[in-house]
């Protein structure tokens, strides 16, 4: 990497990590926390307040996506953590569940990772391009463990109120980042540059590799979302109070992205991506198996913890590459039209996952969960055989 590139990469991946921070860290103690607000006693609504962020997300990536296209990358991201800071303090403020429901969908509606992964495509190169996403990918995983640390500290001390407030502050600290640290953007998303909206999107909607990874995405995390339904308890079950998960998952995370860094940056740079990248898949799909098969005789802590590290391995691997893929597939014009449409399958399988995860849950239990899983997996395997690399472009 040059150093303009590793300046970009640093100060876009410290964007994701602090807004992202200000996501997860929520998350592990919210339904405990709405639950005391007035209409707090209704655990639909509470999922539905929890659930209002994915689903205006999911609405409004490509639709920012498209804008950063036609209006600048900075300018959209900046109005996107305004929207994230704004939607915290409404939530800080709340003083009833229909409050704080709305202050989550404002924070939805901040949909800036179109924008960002499109920005770090703009100023990097193809051949280290999936390098700056994995450092994209890293802090977000990063930023997931430490808020499974954090969270039940933090509602202990200032409470859910507080916990809103916090995210708020962090989406103003990465506007600062946006502003004076990030580098300035490439010229060539002037509005006199660029062909009309539809005929972008018309073109990312008709590529078959896109297409692709777009239906990647969204079984990625559906399946991500969906496990979880069932592995805290196989946890418990395992004699791991729930209090002390992180202690499994941040070794297994951290583990995995030293092994991630050391097996597929080589392989990249080797002409392997390919290969790296149907390798995770298959893992993925081999740890849902495993589960679906050991889910009647309650694994222990140790194997639950390796399938764990293995997931991670698979995950971050496709978080790293898949994004990657997908501006180098892009015409350059429309870079973040696909990586809007990118985004929206994502949210989109957030939403799938945890609805569908959990009725699977309650109706098939664990092991028809863990089934749905790995026959997802084994789809998307087939249909990204047949994928290839495009070469590189870079002419600088």
């Known amino acids: 990497m040059t150093p303009a590139e590793r300046r970009a990469s640093a100060s876009l991946a410290l964007v994701f990590a602090l807004r992202m921070l200000g996501l997860f860290i929520v998350l592990p103690v919210f339904a405990l926390e709405a639950a005391r607000l007035p209409g707090g006693g ?4 509470v999922g539905f307040a929890m659930g209002l962020y994915g689903l205006t997300q999911a609405f409004l990536q490509i639709p920012l996506g498209l804008a950063s296209d036609r209006f600048g990358r900075k300018p959209v991201i900046v109005a996107g953590l305004l929207l994230f800071a704004l939607g915290s303090g409404i939530a800080a403020w709340a003083p009833d569940l229909t409050w704080l429901a709305i202050g989550r969908a404002v924070q939805g509606a901040g949909a800036i990772s179109a924008a960002v992964t499109a920005f770090l495509a703009d100023v990097t190169r193809d051949t280290v391009r999936t390098k700056a996403m994995a450092m994209v990918g890293a802090s977000i995983a990063l930023m997931f463990a430490l808020s499974l640390v954090l969270a039940p500290m933090l509602a202990s001390w200032v409470g ?24 300035p953007e490439p010229r060539e998303h002037r509005p006199s540059e660029m062909q009309h909206w539809r005929t972008g999107l018309a073109e990312v909607l008709r590529h078959r590799g896109l297409l692709r990874l777009n239906l990647g995405v969204f079984v990625l995390h559906a399946v991500q979302l969906a496990m979880w339904m069932a592995v805290p308890a196989m946890l418990v079950s395992a004699g ?12 297994a995370v951290v583990g995995s992205l030293l092994v991630m860094g050391g097996v597929l940056f080589p392989m990249e740079r080797k002409g392997q991506l390919r290969t790296a990248f149907l390798m995770a898949i298959a893992m993925i799909a081999v ?5 679906w098969a ?9 194997t639950l913890g390796l399938l764990l590290f293995i997931f991670f391995i698979g995950f971050n691997t496709l978080e790293a590459s898949q994004p990657s893929l997908v501006s180098r597939l892009a015409p350059p014009q429309a870079r973040g ?10 949210s989109v399988g957030f939403f799938v996952g945890g609805a569908a995860g959990g009725w699977l849950a309650r109706a098939y239990q664990p092991q028809g969960l863990f089934a749905v899983c790995a026959a997802a997996m084994l789809v998307w395997l087939v249909v990204a055989w047949p994928m290839q690399v495009p070469p590189s472009t870079d002419r600088r």
């Open 337 to 346: 039209a696909a990586l809007g449409v990118y985004n929206t399958l994502q």
């Open 42 to 45: 209704d655990p639909a609504r």
């Open 287 to 291: 740890v849902q198996l495993a589960l």
């Open 240 to 251: 791991l109070p729930k209090a002390d998960h992180a202690h499994v998952y941040l070794p």
């Open 294 to 302: 050991w889910a009647d005789a309650q694994p222990g802590l140790w």
């Open 160 to 183: 859910l109120s507080g916990i809103f407030a916090i995210t708020g502050v962090l989406a103003l600290l990465a506007i600062a980042v946006v502003i004076w640290v990030a580098p």
